[in-house]
């Protein structure tokens, strides 16, 4: 069983569910959620993930759970590649941490929690092993032991429990949207402008201009002398 890096960042993805979520968890609640993985295709289901609050205060890791489906690509338009992974897991534990996490960021910067690269950009970052063991171990003295959660595979697909981040990322694709249509027509009404009609008249009225006939040459005086003899 592997270990995989999570990244939740409050500035990009405001989360108002997840109080509600941590309650049901802490009530032993099996909830189910989607995460983006980055480029991560190596994760399977059974590995372990532990989430990481950053960009803001409190920084550390809140939450953990069981990855219940292997990386699957969702359609997004906004990205280059045209879709992004996702992963389905499970929570196991998962705190409010708007209000405070389990292991703040400045403890993961002591030995051995310092060999991992916490702060990444994306999702999808393996745990190194010897940050694994300490992590694990650690977060099993602050949470409890606890066997993995009993989960019925949903028939239809996971959703997210961040509703409100995803639609105001929809939102701001649809006014992107608008914006484009906007300029686009825009900068046609003003090519248009640009070029009145009788511009056009002209160049077509020049067009029907013909060359005037080159004269002969006068000939020369050899030529005349020439001619008289």
Same mark, same amino acid.
């Given at each position: 069983?592997?270990?995989?890096?999570?990244?939740? !960042?409050?500035?990009? @993805?405001?989360?108002?569910?997840?109080?509600?979520?941590?309650?049901?968890?802490?009530? $032993?609640?099996?909830?189910?959620?989607? @995460?983006?993985?980055?480029?991560?295709?190596? /994760?399977?289901?059974?590995?372990?993930?532990?989430?990481?609050?950053?960009?803001?205060?409190?920084?550390? /890791?809140? $939450?953990? $759970?069981?990855?219940?489906?292997?990386?699957?690509?969702?359609?997004?338009?906004?990205?280059?590649?045209?879709?992004?992974?996702?992963?389905?897991?499970?929570?196991? @534990?998962?705190?409010?941490?708007?209000? $405070?996490?389990? /292991?703040?960021?400045?403890?993961?910067?002591?030995?051995?929690?310092?060999?991992?690269?916490?702060?990444?950009?994306?999702?999808?970052?393996?745990?190194?092993?010897?940050?694994?063991?300490?992590?694990?171990?650690? @977060?099993?003295?602050?949470?409890?032991?606890?066997?993995?959660?009993?989960?019925?595979?949903?028939?239809?697909?996971?959703?997210?429990?961040?509703?409100?981040?995803?639609?105001?990322?929809?939102?701001?694709?649809?006014?992107?949207?608008?914006?484009?249509?906007?300029?686009?027509?825009?900068?046609?009404?003003?090519?248009?402008?640009?070029?009145?009609? !009788?511009? !056009?008249?002209?160049?077509?009225?020049?067009?029907? /201009?013909?060359?005037?006939?080159?004269?002969?040459?006068?000939?020369?005086?050899?030529?005349?002398?020439?001619?008289?003899?």
């Amino acid at each position: 069983m592997t270990a995989f890096l999570l990244i939740w !960042s409050p500035k990009k @993805w405001p989360w108002p569910e997840l109080p509600d979520l941590a309650k049901r968890v802490a009530a $032993g609640v099996a909830v189910a959620d989607v @995460w983006g993985c980055g480029f991560a295709r190596s /994760i399977l289901p059974g590995d372990r993930v532990f989430l990481h609050r950053v960009a803001q205060e409190p920084k550390g /890791i809140f $939450g953990s $759970g069981y990855v219940t489906r292997a990386p699957y690509e969702v359609p997004d338009p906004a990205t280059k590649r045209g879709y992004r992974l996702c992963i389905d897991f499970v929570y196991d @534990w998962v705190v409010d941490a708007h209000e $405070g996490v389990v /292991i703040p960021r400045e403890m993961l910067r002591s030995h051995p929690f310092s060999v991992q690269t916490w702060d990444a950009q994306s999702s999808g970052t393996v745990i190194k092993p010897m940050a694994e063991g300490a992590l694990e171990k650690r @977060w099993a003295e602050l949470t409890g032991k606890r066997k993995p959660p009993k989960f019925d595979m949903p028939a239809g697909p996971t959703r997210s429990s961040k509703v409100t981040a995803h639609a105001a990322v929809e939102k701001r694709a649809a006014d992107g949207r608008t914006v484009t249509k906007a300029k686009e027509a825009a900068k046609r009404v003003a090519t248009q402008v640009a070029t009145p009609p !009788s511009q !056009s008249v002209a160049t077509q009225d020049s067009r029907r /201009i013909t060359k005037p006939a080159t004269r002969p040459a006068a000939k020369t005086a050899t030529a005349k002398r020439a001619h008289k003899n």
